[in-house]
């Protein structure tokens, strides 16, 4: 059953087979599905200030050819346990900007491979749903930062109640007045709210991207675990077949209790190995879940065809690190942040301008006369001037500073360590291959020796479990392989696109 996306509206995915081409796209909600959909509205002016001065256009145009699913993620989807037999997705399309008139399937039927995994992860998360929870919180500081204090209004009533009347009448005063010295500060702290929207904006894009990026990472992670288990399934139930031989052999008395010790010795250990494989299988399983969004029970299948990687060419190290600051996410976020700091300062020092209000005052005394003025009041910073205010901030931005400074440093470490990684592992993995065959032959080899009776059995059970070992440490190389290029994706924060061979079409 296929996901299909349309703009301005709401679909299921399902994994059960329904009849007709169409019939897996269902614009109802129902109690079957397992992500739920918040309904969330952002005004053109909003979106307007969320993208002013930010440079996401690249980063929305590479990210895993899927850009159009990043530009707008706003789902807080917790997928939830489906109480029938049918297993649905629900993602709503609505919250796509530059709505595509075609549609997007990710078709469950044939499996998810690492982009459909993305995609799921970035609408269903439930970790994304208090990351994004931090917009509406540098929304509502940008609010508050365009407020001006209220006026003050007040009114007095003086009534006369003894004493020498003659001529008298009520009296009353009246007064409008309001803090003028708010104005100083305003501007430098409406800046510093702008720019911490937009710092924070960066992160929860940034956040976004590795949880995609670790989507990615987690299919493979399986497959190369389930490629293991296979290994060491194979290889285990051999080996029983072969101590179950060895039983009939020694109760025939053609071989000895030793050779019958080995080959039990040899399924065992096998055994221990694959049990030890299902389990790391299981708990990526679960994590991989865990990242979908996806309840524990739930099976996800993969897409047929996915392979490891073999080899990968690491790209230019110079070319990542020369424009790192203006394209990591986290880095331009950071640069948002600093500058809103700075404005912080400014208002700090600024604020150190003594509070000054004005209020003009009109008033009618008890023997009607009748009087129209002003008051001025002024605070005078004799003990208070905001010294403490502006040391925390000037502390504060010096602390951002800093910690730009030590992001960019270890991000250029990590793409310096991430590619000798991948060059090592290439290494690594072209000498297992190359080892294979030899390992096969001695296998053959020995197997033959022990059937003509010129070599023990327990040198072939060797031989075999070397073989064993050697397959599985292959695929954990060929793990470590894409791990190194996933850690290169992340430390460069850009999509490279050496990964698209991994993924059949």
Request: charged content about 25%.
């Amino acid at each position: 059953m296929a996901l299909r996306l349309w703009p301005s509206r709401e679909f299921c995915f399902s994994t059960k087979q329904l009849p007709g081409s169409e019939s897996s796209a269902s614009s109802s909600p129902s109690s079957d599905c397992f992500c739920c959909a918040d309904k969330r509205t952002w005004s053109p002016s909003s979106r307007t200030v969320r993208l002013s001065n930010i440079k996401l256009q690249t980063w929305r145009l590479s990210v895993f050819g899927i850009s159009i699913f990043i530009a707008a993620l706003r789902a807080e989807l917790p997928v939830l346990a489906a109480t029938s037999d049918e297993k649905i997705f629900r993602v709503p399309a609505s919250r796509l900007q530059n709505h595509s008139q075609e549609q997007l399937a990710v078709d469950l039927r044939r499996g998810i491979g690492p982009d459909d995994a993305a995609t799921i992860a970035l609408y269903s998360n439930p970790a994304l749903r208090a990351i994004r929870d931090r917009r509406r919180l540098a929304v509502a500081q940008l609010i508050q930062a365009g407020i001006l204090p209220n006026p003050v209004v007040s009114y007095a009533r003086d009534f006369v109640t003894g004493g020498s009347t003659a001529g008298t009448r009520d009296g009353y005063s009246f007064s409008a007045g309001w803090e003028f010295s708010a104005l100083i500060p305003f501007l430098p702290k409406q800046t510093a709210a702008r720019k911490n929207f937009q710092s924070v904006d960066l992160d929860v894009a940034w956040q976004e991207w590795q949880i995609a990026v670790n989507a990615r990472t987690a299919v493979y992670r399986v497959l190369g675990l389930d490629a293991q288990v296979g290994r060491a399934r194979e290889a285990t139930g051999g080996l029983e077949q072969s101590a179950e031989a060895m039983r009939k052999a020694v109760d025939a008395h053609e071989k000895t209790v030793l050779d019958l010790s080995a080959a039990e010795s040899a399924s065992q250990e096998s055994r221990a190995t694959m049990l030890g494989l299902e389990q790391e299988f299981e708990k990526q399983r679960l994590g991989l879940n865990r990242i979908l969004g996806a309840e524990p029970e739930i099976r996800i299948a993969l897409r047929a065809g996915l392979t490891l990687p073999v080899r990968l060419e690491p790209p230019d190290e110079r070319k990542l690190i020369s424009d790192l600051e203006s394209r990591r996410l986290d880095l331009l976020g950071l640069q948002r942040g600093f500058e809103s700091q700075d404005a912080t300062v400014r208002a700090a020092i600024l604020a150190q301008f003594p509070k000054m209000s004005v209020a003009l005052t009109k008033a009618t005394d008890t023997t009607n006369v009748k009087t129209t003025g002003f008051n001025i009041a002024v605070d005078v910073p004799i003990f208070d001037r905001n010294q403490g205010v502006i040391a925390t901030e000037r502390a504060t931005r010096q602390r951002l500073r800093d910690e730009y400074n030590q992001r960019v440093f270890e991000a250029r470490s990590d793409i310096a360590a991430a590619i000798a990684d991948v060059r090592s592992l290439n290494q690594q993995i072209a000498a297992a291959e190359e080892a294979l065959p030899l390992l096969e032959k001695l296998v053959s080899s020995a197997q033959t020796a022990v059937e003509q009776r010129n070599a023990d059995v327990l040198s072939y059970y060797t031989a075999r479990s070397n073989l064993l070992q050697k397959r599985i440490q292959l695929i954990k190389l060929q793990e470590q392989l894409l791990e190194a290029h996933t850690v290169l994706e992340i430390a460069s924060g850009r999509y490279l696109p050496m990964n698209r061979a991994l993924q059949p079409r």
